[in-house]
T-cell receptor, first 110, second 117 residues
Framework: QKEVEQDPGPLSVPEGAIVSLNCTYS??????FMWYRQYSRKGPELLMYTYSSGNKEDGRFTAQVDKSSKYISLFIRDSQPSDSATYLC??????????FGSGTRLQVQP | DAMVIQNPRYQVTQFGKPVTLSCSQT?????MYWYQQKSSQAPKLLFHYYDKDFNNEADTPDNFQSRRPNTSFCFLDIRSPGLGDAAMYLC?????WGRGYSNQPQHFGDGTRLSIL
């Protein structure tokens, strides 16, 4: 079993839709949770970084962590074609490098 | 802007011919990482430097080596590239506050896409 599981998609939505991206993890030692956005042929770009359970909002993006169920979510409101990318969730114990999910490819149709 | 810069963006080499990829950073972060990312897969950690201390992942092939001459620069050397080494190579940095513990996220460069002929 992978430590971080993520549905690879692809996920296709119309412009303006609310997008929900999800990951589950198995390692109880994970304390930090990140979402990265990766455009084709580019490196991962940090979108959201959270520590505890709960919600964190940044513009159109909301990251949600539920440590009791080991569930990580990213919500994108009013999705735009420019949001089309691969979204990687990542978890971190604080003592080693990141453990990534396999990424979800998102396509927002104009 | 402070950033992680990788050169070259695209590298083509011949089977078995040594190749070096470079990474520089202006973030003054003390930890630097090298990841390998194959198509539609998650980045896979190869090794990282905590300051000058080299930390190799157990499953990283001996074919891969790294050098960090100073805080700002880090190199990935592939001694005898095989066809299976064709991938995107990502450099990342983070700030570690000491004793191997960090609560800071990693920042990535745009990668070097390596092709093997």
């Amino acid at each position: 079993q992978k430590e971080v599981e993520q549905d690879p998609g692809p996920l296709s939505v119309p412009e303006g839709a609310i997008v929900s991206l999800n990951c589950t993890y198995s390692n109880s030692a994970f304390q930090y949770f990140m979402w990265y956005r990766q455009y084709s042929r580019k490196g991962p770009e940090l979108l959201m970084y959270t520590y505890s359970s709960g919600n964190k909002e940044d513009g159109r993006f909301t990251a949600q962590v539920d440590k009791s169920s080991k569930y990580i979510s990213l919500f994108i409101r009013d999705s735009q074609p420019s949001d089309s990318a691969t979204y990687l969730c990542a978890s971190y114990t604080g003592r080693r490098a990141l453990t990534f999910g396999s990424g979800t490819r998102l396509q927002v149709q104009p | 802007d402070a950033m992680v810069i990788q050169n070259p963006r695209y590298q083509v080499t011949q089977f078995g011919k040594p190749v070096t990829l470079s990474c520089s950073q202006t973030l003054n972060h003390n930890v630097m990482y090298w990841y390998q990312q194959k198509s539609s897969q998650a980045p896979k950690l190869l090794f990282h430097y905590y300051d000058k201390d080299f930390n190799n992942e157990a499953d990283t092939p001996d074919n891969f080596q790294s050098r960090r001459p100073n805080t700002s620069f880090c190199f990935l050397d592939i001694r005898s590239p095989g066809l299976g080494d064709a991938a995107m190579y990502l450099c990342a940095t983070s700030r570690d506050w000491g004793r191997g513990y960090s609560n800071q996220p990693q920042h990535f460069g745009d990668g070097t896409r390596l092709s093997i002929l």
